[in-house]
């Protein structure tokens, strides 16, 4: 299988840029996802980005992919207290995704 | 346009009780299909994953099993309820092609008692 890891908690002032990083173990992984859930809901996806590409930015998010240290960023520019919830990345591989534990960001006002 | 559907949205059933959750899919045709378990404050873990009617693939030996009679239609079940069965459980379904985006169901919070 694969290993999909994520910092559990990240907590940022509104206005200010948020990181969120996920690392993963298989190289083979072909699509890479940013997922977002809100207390009690299932999951919405954010974004994508497939493994030939090394940057995604859409509106607010960009999404970094460094194959070479499997590892993926989200960065949520200009932060609101509307972003408040848990981000889970995900890859896919052979029919099946794999998502990290989630991490909790807290936007303080 | 494609929605999921997952019923109910809250369970609560005591130990040793029969379980059936519902998962159905409309607007597409021929999906993988998903079941995933999240525990509190957990992240998401992968119970069954089908590629059609029929073919079920288990990913973690446990108390449950699934079924899916119909293209669009994944049941999630158990004989006997377990304490540790307790969590959320959220149907999703992707269609492999451009991106294979992966659509969650609103989920099912089961409380086992």
């Known amino acids: 299988g694969e290993d999909v890891e994520q910092s559990l908690f990240l907590s940022v002032r509104e206005g200010d840029s948020s990181v969120i990083n996920c690392t993963y173990t298989?190289?083979?992984?072909?699509?890479l996802y940013w997922y977002k859930q809100e207390p009690g809901a299932g999951l919405q996806l954010l974004t994508y980005?497939?493994?030939?590409?090394d940057m995604k930015q859409d509106q607010r998010l960009t999404v970094l992919l460094n194959k070479k240290d499997k590892h993926l960023s989200l960065r949520i520019a200009d932060t609101q207290t509307g972003d408040s919830a848990i981000y889970f990345c995900?890859?896919?591989?052979?029919?099946?995704?794999?998502f990290g534990s989630g991490t909790k960001l807290n936007v303080k006002p | 346009s494609q929605t999921i559907h997952q019923w109910p949205a809250t369970l609560v059933q005591p130990v040793g009780s029969p379980l059936s959750l519902e998962c159905t899919v409309e607007?597409?045709?021929?999906?993988?299909l998903y079941w995933y378990r999240q525990a509190a404050g957990r992240g998401l873990q992968l119970l069954f994953y089908?590629?059609?009617?029929?073919?079920i693939s288990s990913e973690v030996p446990q108390n449950l099993s699934a079924s899916r009679p119909q293209d669009r239609q994944f049941i999630l079940s158990s004989k006997k309820l377990l304490l540790s069965d307790s969590g959320f459980y959220l149907c999703?379904?992707?269609?492999?092609?451009?991106?294979?985006?992966?659509?969650f169901g609103p989920g099912t919070r089961l409380t086992v008692l």
């Open positions: 089908s590629v059609g009617i029929g073919q």
């Open positions: 999703a379904w992707s269609v492999v092609g451009a991106n294979n985006e992966q659509f």
């Open positions: 995900a890859v896919y591989n052979f029919n099946k995704f794999y």
């Open positions: 298989d190289s083979s992984s072909t699509y």
């Open positions: 980005i497939f493994s030939n590409m």
């Open positions: 607007g597409t045709s021929n999906p993988n």
